[in-house]
């Protein structure tokens, strides 16, 4: 079935660093969607991406639908400690009438003050 | 604050009982999802109502069951619970059956006990 792999796993960085992570499909996809979740809270939307090619920015985020459309990046530029969580990726999983979305195994950032 | 709401925020139970988890999506939202967090599967999708309808079906397992009421809040039943039940159970919301940008709620954890 599909899959979404994310990478890396987990990243350890300085306060102010900048950040890049990625996720890759085994098919292609038309959105991405990333979450971010905090610990004990439930996965919140920060960037929807609808086009192969598109560049979406929300805040310090910045994220890109690969144009081959089995990948996409989230950069988050001068970070800062309540960046602190889990980024997951996310794409649509089932057929064109449903929701059903599946879920990378996720990035879990910590920042360094 | 995503505007879904669920209750009860924890849950401890035994093996074998039955419990029913609540949700209430974000008002104008028609489309309700389950997901189960597990700290070996990640998020994975369980099941998918529109207006009161079922739209699409995870990997759920026959003992768990859900439905969304008329005024869309929705209820997922798990039964004859096992030890590898206890995970985190977030609702979604969505306005429409195909909505890829849903909102998360703040979860229920579920233990098994």
């Known amino acids: 079935g599909q899959q979404l792999n994310q990478s890396p796993q987990s990243m350890f960085i300085q306060e102010g660093e900048d950040v890049s992570m990625n996720c890759t499909s085994s098919?292609?996809?038309?959105?991405w969607l990333w979450y971010k979740q905090d610990p004990g809270e439930g996965p919140v939307l920060l960037i929807a991406l609808y086009k192969a090619g598109e560049l979406t920015s929300n805040g310090r985020l910045t994220a890109q639908f690969g144009i081959t459309r089995k990948d996409s990046f989230l950069n988050i530029s001068a970070s800062i400690p309540s960046d602190v969580g889990i980024y997951f990726c996310a794409g649509p999983g089932g057929s064109g009438n449903t929701g059903k979305l599946i879920f990378g195994q996720g990035t879990t950032l910590q920042v360094k003050p | 604050d995503s505007g879904v709401t669920q209750t009860p925020k924890h849950l401890i139970t035994a093996t074998g009982q039955r419990v029913t988890l609540r949700c209430s999506p974000r008002?104008?939202?028609?489309?309700v999802y389950w997901y189960q967090q597990s700290l070996d599967q990640g998020l994975q999708f369980l099941i998918q109502?529109?207006?009161?309808?079922?739209?699409a079906k995870g990997n759920i397992l026959e003992r768990f069951s859900a439905q969304q009421f008329p005024d869309l809040h929705s209820e997922l039943n798990l039964s004859s619970l096992e030890l590898g039940d206890s995970a985190l159970y977030f609702c979604a919301s969505s306005t429409t059956g195909t909505g890829n940008e849903q909102f998360f709620g703040p979860g229920t954890r579920l233990t098994v006990l």
């Open positions: 008002s104008g939202d028609l489309s």
């Open positions: 098919s292609i996809f038309n959105t």
């Open positions: 109502y529109y207006n009161g309808e079922e739209r």
